[in-house]
């Protein structure tokens, strides 16, 4: 089974809305860490923001936030004002358990466009 | 926020060559590094986990033989691809945490194998 869903292949915005990109995940551990990364045509991956499954709240950076429902294990990327500049590819992953040398899963990606 | 450099950021070889690619934490040392593979249009996919000092691990399905990886120094992992052949063409991806809860990425590596 998948551990990372993210069931948008892609998703077009216009400039200066808001858009939620959708990641699931599927853990029975209960410490686990979740991220999303920002992947331009240039192919770094850019880390944008991380929830701790022991947060209490909603993690925020910038314009991006992290729509955290423990509960329905999910964990949607929210970009607000979006910019022609987010225009790209963006990986939802996790982190079973505590510590930072624990490896990534990857989901398949959201293409995301955003029109001027 | 942490660097991880990564070099070459291209390379073009022959078939049956073997292709060095360094990864380097520049402002932190890492007792762990992860090498990724990434096909066009896919995902990342782990190949293997570089431990300072002792064998690396490696995922399911991947030739240890065929990816010979070094991670000699807290600071810099290497990954060999041997006798590469076309299907090895990919986009490789490293990564390090410096024990935070964060991981960071080089800037990938591009093989293309003629």
């Known amino acids: 089974a998948q551990k990372i869903t993210q069931t948008q292949p892609g998703m077009f915005v216009q400039e200066k809305e808001a858009v939620t990109l959708d990641c699931t995940y599927d853990t029975s551990d209960p410490s686990y860490g979740l991220f999303w990364y920002k992947q331009p045509s240039s192919g770094e991956m850019i880390f944008l923001i991380y929830?701790?499954?022991?947060?209490?709240q909603n993690a925020t950076e910038g314009r991006y936030s992290l729509n955290f429902q423990k509960a329905r294990k999910s964990a949607n990327l929210v970009i607000s004002a979006s910019q022609l500049g987010d225009s790209a590819m963006y990986f939802c992953?996790?982190?079973?358990?505590?510590?930072?040398?624990?490896?990534?899963?990857f989901g398949k990606g959201t293409k995301l466009t955003v029109n001027p | 926020g942490a660097v991880v450099s990564q070099h070459p950021s291209w390379v073009i070889c022959k078939s049956g060559t073997s292709v060095k690619i360094e990864c380097r934490s520049l402002?932190?040392?890492?007792?762990?590094m992860f090498w990724y593979r990434q096909f066009p249009k896919q995902s990342l996919m782990l190949m293997a986990t570089s431990n300072e000092g002792s064998k690396a691990t490696y995922e399911q399905g991947v030739e240890k033989d065929k990816f010979l990886i070094n991670h000699a120094s807290l600071t810099l992992s290497t990954l060999t691809v041997t006798s590469a052949h076309p299907e090895d063409s990919s986009f490789y991806i490293c990564?390090?945490?410096?024990?935070?809860?964060?991981?960071?990425f080089g800037p990938g590596t591009r093989l293309t194998v003629l």
């Open positions: 402002d932190f040392q890492a007792t762990t």
């Open positions: 992953a996790m982190r079973e358990g505590q510590g930072g040398s624990e490896k990534l899963v």
């Open positions: 990564s390090a945490s410096p024990r935070t809860r964060s991981q960071f």
């Open positions: 929830q701790g499954s022991y947060d209490q």
